[in-house]
């Protein structure tokens, strides 16, 4: 995850600026960068790789200003380099972002056309000739900024700093998080509380669509239409040394609401959003002379790996075997070396993955891993690594890195199609599309959500058993969703594949029993559908997680329909985990467990 800090500040801020990111340096970064305003002068440091050098450059040569901008990337559209590091200068304006700008290819041909010339191969760099443009047609800073707002399409957090205003920084927040710090005459941004610790710890927690004013003596909040908002101030409980909470009660909470942000950088990895392709770096297996793949994993990665299953048959035509690891080699599956094989740990030292990643490595298989841990075991027993980029997980019931798990291989099952020609090049681009789509979406569905999920979990966290159904992907979800439930509220669930009701689930239903149907409006609809109507005549109370098409659709009583935006099947998993990991959050918080770390279970499972 990219860092941002900003500091309108009476004494010279770039030392202050580089200290701030050092506390994001876990976020993960490839190039880091600081602007500062200094006699009415933008001028910045930039450098590739780890911050040693942008602060052995500033050594060299010294930024003065008290206002000024930095920034760590991690590299979503262009390579990591110093050209493409932030901020991002255009005259007299200078941009830090995190994020994706979805529409930036639309937007870049507009203005080429009006005879911008662009510098670098970023999203990020519309953002600077928008407000340039804007602010040469006469508009205010703050006018400037609210028309580029309504412009740009994505998941984003920005801080602008204007040339000509050097006591003011203006920020914008629609999904990634970025807090207010206040001091005294001094003002200060970061994409998390834990850099601003040094500085002050009052914070205020800027909403998804606020833009806000910063100068000395403090903010001026207002959501994209100009009307003023109001966010409380509140003491920060962040160390300088400690990664925080932030606004969220628990460190799951906030891992759920990271996840538009993290899976931008994952995708930022693996497709080329300027031409809507996958890039090389799913090329790592070559996919065109593989015969059969073998995908091992435990846990949620075993659930993200069997959706990957779908995937991989239905994008690039790939028969693929499937296992938890405990049971890969113990039952001796016939491996030939013209398969490949992927190994899913969000640590890295799962020890039954392990095992069988030596299996198929002694077997000759070509080994993929998909980690969350690039020094891991895995991964350096591996041919090929694939990092979900995730960043730190410290809830023990995995959030984030599951759907980035699910990002990564939904990029390497497109790039799969496209090396063995099952998928064309017209196909590959929707696809890439619509992946593109999901850190917006998500963003969307976990402001609409949370209040009714909350009044849900209350009735939820009443009950001893529940059910989960789908069909298609929707079936590993309905199992990831009873897991979740189970780890964190200590409540009974199963989940299972619709089509099974009959086969003995129906025989557990009855009033007291809720049973959680994950139906999107796709070709298992109204399959799933009947499956309801099985329910509702026995009296099983039905949650209904479905979107606007499907609820339209049905006409059966429910305990509650949560409405999800329509989605393409592709990327419906991604969309949809979102009810159902916030489900068991709520209910555990309701039912007074620890949420963070539940009992007896261990964030990284390294004994067989």
Request: with cysteine; aromatic share 6%.
């Amino acid at each position: 995850m990219c860092g941002i800090v900003g500091i309108v500040g009476t004494e010279p801020v770039a030392g202050r600026l580089v200290e701030a990111l050092t506390r994001l340096e876990y976020r993960g970064y490839d190039s880091a960068g600081v602007a500062t305003v200094n006699e009415g002068v933008l001028e910045r440091r930039r450098a590739e790789g780890k911050l040693f050098n942008l602060q052995k450059k500033l050594a060299d040569e010294p930024l003065p200003g008290t206002t000024g901008i930095a920034h760590t990337r991690w590299a979503t559209h262009g390579v990591p380099n110093e050209t493409n590091a932030h901020p991002h200068f255009v005259e007299g304006v200078a941009v830090v972002h995190n994020g994706i700008i979805e529409n930036f290819s639309e937007l870049r041909d507009e203005m080429k056309a009006e005879g911008a010339v662009f510098t670098s191969q970023t999203d990020t760099e519309v953002v600077a000739h928008l407000l340039a443009k804007y602010t040469r047609e006469g508009l205010s800073h703050r006018d400037a900024m609210l028309k580029m707002l309504n412009r740009v399409r994505g998941a984003y957090a920005l801080v602008v700093l204007f040339q000509d205003d050097p006591n003011t920084l203006l920020g914008a927040r629609s999904g990634p998080p970025l807090a207010i710090g206040f001091g005294k005459g001094e003002t200060f941004l970061g994409s998390d509380a834990i850099a601003l610790s040094p500085f002050t710890n009052q914070i205020a927690y800027m909403h998804d669509g606020d833009c806000a004013i910063i100068t000395h003596k403090g903010a001026e909040i207002m959501d994209f239409a100009g009307n003023p908002v109001e966010r409380p101030r509140q003491i920060s409980q962040a160390s300088a040394f400690l990664v925080d909470k932030g606004n969220h009660r628990h460190f799951m909470e906030k891992e759920i609401y990271e996840q538009p942000e993290v899976i931008s950088h994952a995708l930022g990895h693996y497709v080329d959003f300027a031409n809507h392709t996958v890039n090389a770096e799913t090329g790592l297996i070559d996919f065109t002379g593989v015969s059969r793949l073998a995908i091992s994993a435990c846990g949620t990665a075993y659930l993200a790996g069997l959706v990957g299953k779908y995937w991989f048959e239905r994008y690039a035509r790939l028969p693929v075997e499937i296992d938890v690891a405990s049971e890969f080699r113990y039952r001796e599956m016939p491996l030939s070396p013209d398969q490949a094989a992927l190994f899913i740990s969000q640590s890295g030292e799962t020890a039954d993955t392990l095992a069988s990643l030596r299996y198929c490595k002694e077997n000759g298989l070509k080994i993929g891993a998909v980690v969350n841990v690039k020094e891991s075991t895995i991964a350096r027993e591996s041919d090929a690594v694939f990092p979900i980029l995730a960043g730190p997980e410290i809830g023990v019931a995995s959030t984030k890195a599951f759907t980035c798990q699910l990002t990564v291989l939904a990029s390497l099952a497109i790039a799969a199609g496209r090396a063995r020609g099952t998928i064309t090049e017209a196909e590959e681009k929707e696809l890439v599309r619509h992946l593109t789509e999901v850190p917006r979406i998500m963003s969307a569905v976990l402001n609409s959500i949370q209040g009714q999920i909350e009044q849900l979990s209350r009735d939820l966290s009443k009950v001893k058993d529940v059910l989960y159904i789908g069909r298609g992907t929707s079936f590993p979800l309905a199992m990831e969703g009873a897991l979740k439930l189970k780890e964190i509220s200590y409540i009974h669930a199963e989940g299972y594949a619709a089509g099974e009701l009959k086969h003995g689930p129906i025989a557990l239903i009855d009033e007291n029993m809720p049973v959680i149907v994950i139906a999107p409006h796709d070709r298992f609809f109204e399959k799933t559908v009947s499956n309801m109507q099985e329910v509702a005549a026995r009296g099983g109370k039905i949650i209904f997680i479905t979107d606007a098409k499907g609820a339209a659709a049905s006409n059966l009583p429910t305990m509650a329909t949560i409405v999800l935006p329509e989605v393409d099947e592709l990327i419906a998993p991604m969309v949809f985990s979102l009810p159902i990991q916030l489900l068991a959050y709520h209910t555990a918080v309701f039912m007074g467990t620890d949420v963070d770390q539940p009992r007896n279970l261990a964030k990284s499972v390294t004994v067989e």
